[in-house]
């Protein structure tokens, strides 16, 4: 059995841990979990710091539990938010549960026969047995409100002056309930989280200790950030999701090749399962060649491929060789249409009609008036342009302005243009 610990400090996902913590998990399989707010319907990168260390304690040897927060997605976590958050119906949690676990099968074994296979949980399904009365009754008198008060997250909320609702305040107690019924019913004495969850993990365990009499522990890993300050995962575009429909995967690829090289040297031990020698001899290659971007490579490989495997990264590959390498007609012609518009976003535009196009007889007439001015201001600069060689579509070099157009379309319905070695133009016959 590995050290789970010891995993996690090289990698420098260790934030905070319990006393006694490592002496626990030596003594054989130990059940730990991690809590997943279900607001959306997909997870973005920021979770997949909690997805690979629940990742890392299975390939230890132990039991994961990843917890889908039902019944706490219908509050919302006040922790270092500034504002409360709106509530969602159940209907549209469990369509985001369901998501959800789809994800996190990806990287966790539910599936296994031996006794650490991963759970998922939905606390929903325990809290809602719960009369309100009953709740403050069997539960609230454990836990004392200047206890709650003395939370970094409570107070840096009344010390902005935007206040608490009592609905939010009592988020830290139904977390520590969580913790609680896993521990009593499924034996889990673990909870993990990020650096920010300290304070709800710890009334867990304090929950624990005066209802059950029992012992629990905690461990954080630490909030990622940038190298520039700016917050991790974000784009000009909004979150990166680990939904295709949300992010494409080649906008995930991107993402990742393009990160600095000072934040690749640590992503690549958060995000990736690679070995420490791998990764200091990585490095060690990105050091000598920093321009051939090693580091960024490998992590753009290996996340693509957990997040949305091998066939989907290697159109990723083919779509970034399109603009940033060498690259064919049929490699241009097996993008799917979602990956060929993403990877022309932004292009200059043009649309014919399937008559107009018909009725072109040569390649010249392409570059006339249907599309002067965006590409070529006259058809004289394109035939300069063309006898040039400086010109070609779909990837395929034009030699001879006067020759018959006889490229085939790409998914039956573009023309991709490429003027000089930076210029892109999309022609689009409707």
Same mark, same amino acid.
């Given at each position: =059995? ?7 400090r090289?990698r420098?996902m260790?934030?905070d =841990?319990t ?7 030596s ?5 730990a979990?991690l809590g997943f707010?279900?607001?959306? #319907?997909s997870l973005?990168i ?6 690979m $260390?629940l990742?890392h304690?299975? +390939? ?10 039902g019944?706490?997605?219908? *509050?919302? #976590? ?7 958050r ?8 469990d369509?985001?549960?369901?998501? *959800? ?15 650490n296979?991963?759970?998922?949980v939905?606390?929903? #399904?325990?809290m809602?047995?719960f ?6 009754r069997?539960?609230g008198?454990?836990i004392?409100?200047?206890y709650?008060m ?6 840096r ?9 009592? $609905?939010?305040f009592?988020?830290q107690?139904?977390?520590?309930y969580d913790?609680y019924?896993l521990?009593k019913n499924e034996?889990?004495?673990i ?9 709800? %993990?710890?009334?867990?365990?304090e929950l624990?200790?005066? =209802? ?18 700016s ?7 909004g979150?990166?999701w680990?939904d295709?429909?949300?992010?494409s995967?080649y906008?995930?690829y991107? &993402?990742?090749?393009?990160v ?7 992503y690549?031990?958060i995000?990736t399962?690679?070995d420490q020698?791998?990764i200091?001899?990585l490095?060690?290659a ?6 051939q +971007?090693?580091?960024q490579?490998?992590i753009?490989k290996?996340v693509t491929v957990?997040?949305h495997?091998?066939?989907e990264l290697d =159109?990723a590959?083919k779509a970034s060789? %399109? ?6 007609t049929e #490699?241009?012609?097996s993008?799917?249409? +979602?990956t &060929? ?10 649309q014919?009609?399937?008559d107009? &196009?018909a009725?072109f007889?040569s390649t010249?007439d392409?570059?006339?008036e249907?599309?002067q001015g965006?590409i ?9 342009m063309i006898?040039?060689?400086g010109?070609? %579509?779909?990837k ?16 039956g ?5 490429? +003027?000089?070695?930076?210029n892109?133009?999309i022609?689009e016959i409707?």
């Open positions: =059995m590995n050290s789970f610990i010891e995993e996690l090289w420098g260790l934030q =841990m006393p006694e913590l490592e002496e626990h998990l003594k054989g399989v130990a059940s979990y707010d279900p607001t959306a #319907d973005h920021g979770h997949l710091v909690g997805v $260390t990742l304690f299975q +390939r230890a040897g132990h039991k994961p539990f990843a917890l889908v927060g019944a706490t997605g219908m *509050i919302g #976590d006040p922790s270092f938010k500034s504002a409360e709106n509530l969602l119906n159940k209907e549209t949690l369509h985001n549960v369901s998501c *959800i676990q789809n994800q996190l099968s990806k990287f966790l074994d539910f599936s296994g026969e031996t006794n296979k991963a759970e998922l939905n606390n929903y #399904d325990w809602s047995e009369s309100f009365l009953e709740f403050i069997d539960v008198k454990h004392t409100v200047n709650m003395a939370k970094d997250s409570v107070k909320r009344l010390e902005d002056g935007n206040g608490l609702s009592f $609905t939010e009592s988020y107690l139904i977390q520590g913790f019924h521990w034996n889990c004495t909870q993990l989280g990020g650096s920010d969850q300290w304070g709800n %993990i710890v009334t867990g365990t624990i200790r005066r =209802m059950g009499g029992g012992s629990a522990f905690a461990l954080t890993v630490p909030l990622i950030t940038k190298a520039d300050g917050k991790f995962g974000k784009t000009e575009g979150s990166v680990l295709p429909e949300k992010t995967p906008a995930f991107q &993402f990742w090749l393009n600095s090289d000072e934040d690749a040297s640590k690549i031990r995000f399962t690679l020698q791998t200091e001899s490095e060690a990105h050091a000598e060649a920093p321009h +971007r090693a580091l490579k490998e753009a290996n957990m997040v495997g091998q066939e =159109m590959i060789e %399109i603009l940033f390498g060498k690259s064919s #490699d241009l012609a993008l799917d249409e +979602r &060929f518009l993403q990877v022309f976003d932004g292009v200059p535009q043009v014919l009609s399937k107009e &196009f009725g007889e010249l392409l570059f006339g249907a599309t965006v070529f201001k006259s058809k004289g600069e394109a035939r300069k006898q040039g060689g010109v070609s %579509i779909n395929e070099k034009l030699t001879d302005p006067n020759a018959a157009l006889s490229c085939s379309l790409l998914q319905k573009y023309l991709l243009i490429q +003027r000089g070695k930076k892109y133009y022609v409707k």
